[in-house]
């Protein structure tokens, strides 16, 4: 015939699904021989261990600090990411000097006051002679300050430089009058690190984020910041290394203040 033999052929026998050639055969059960259930039956049962369950080890209870040990940050926004896990600093939020509320810093042992750089804004400070009246008005708040907690230990920035030229001017203006000030109660912080040849601020501490912003610091200003005031505030702790690890917390840190002095350039 003229067929194909590929049509010839006989077809594969169709199997229904229950009994595929390709399906498996069940498996048999698990046989046990008499000696191997002998042995398991003869092996001890399993006893709960007679040691303690693994603990964790207690945590050293960190010293509570009450408010006299604690710094108050009278700041501004350039102030609102430092010391931020740090408990012994405790930041009231002031942008102008007429902001600053002597009263607040009673309970305090240390004072920092960094704030006076808004009230020298053009908008402000219309004229260069108005940065002495500006000056006056910040330090009557600093004698208050005195005045009303005389057992406080006041700190002092001076105006940060910025990347604006006629606020650098007033700032320096600013600066040179504050460091005339000598009395021995008064700290000031020492901020010639956070400028350049141009005695502006340094490129490497402004604002990342927004490179038009000429006031505000980065992340490696607000670190330089924080450096400079724990260099400025000795940190004390008066407890015994038995206090420490036991936990005793009756011997609380002190805080207290160098007395090293900024000199301007």
């Known amino acids: 015939s003229s067929r194909s033999p590929l049509r010839s052929s006989p077809r594969l026998p169709l199997h229904p699904p229950s009994r595929s050639p390709f399906r498996s055969s069940p498996r048999a059960p698990l ?13 001890p049962p399993l006893r709960a ?9 207690l945590p050293v209870p960190t010293p509570t600090l009450s408010d006299h ?38 309970r305090f042992g ?37 005045r009303i907690c005389p057992s406080t230990k006041i700190l002092v920035s001076p105006v940060l430089p910025t990347g604006n030229r006629s606020l650098n001017q ?15 109660w008064l700290k000031i912080l020492n901020f010639s690190s956070f400028v350049n040849e141009n005695k502006a601020l340094h490129s490497r501490f402004r604002c990342y984020s927004n490179p038009s912003d000429d006031i505000h610091l980065g ?38 203040i160098t007395s090293s002095r900024p000199t301007h350039d």
Request: proline share 6%; net charge positive; hydrophobic share 35%.
């Open 31 to 43: 046989r046990v021989s008499p000696r191997s259930s002998s042995r398991a039956s003869s092996r």
């Open 49 to 57: 261990s007679s040691r303690p369950p693994c603990r964790a080890p």
């Open 69 to 106: 040990q604690k710094v108050i940050v009278i700041g501004d926004s350039n102030t609102k990411h430092c010391f931020k896990n740090d408990p012994r600093f405790v930041r009231k939020a002031t942008y102008f000097i007429e902001d600053i509320d002597p009263n607040i810093c009673s």
């Open 110 to 146: 240390v004072a920092w006051v960094h704030c006076a750089i808004n009230n020298l804004k053009l908008r402000h400070c219309r004229h260069i002679s108005d940065v002495p009246v500006k000056f006056q008005n910040f330090m009557n708040k600093i004698y208050d300050i005195k």
């Open 170 to 184: 007033r700032a320096s203006i600013f600066n040179r009058l504050l460091l005339s000030i000598n009395v021995p």
């Open 219 to 256: 992340f490696h200003g607000i670190q330089k910041l924080e450096w400079l005031v724990r260099g400025k505030l000795s940190i004390v702790d008066e407890r015994s290394y038995a206090a420490v690890v036991t936990g005793v917390t009756n011997l609380r840190p002190s805080l207290r």
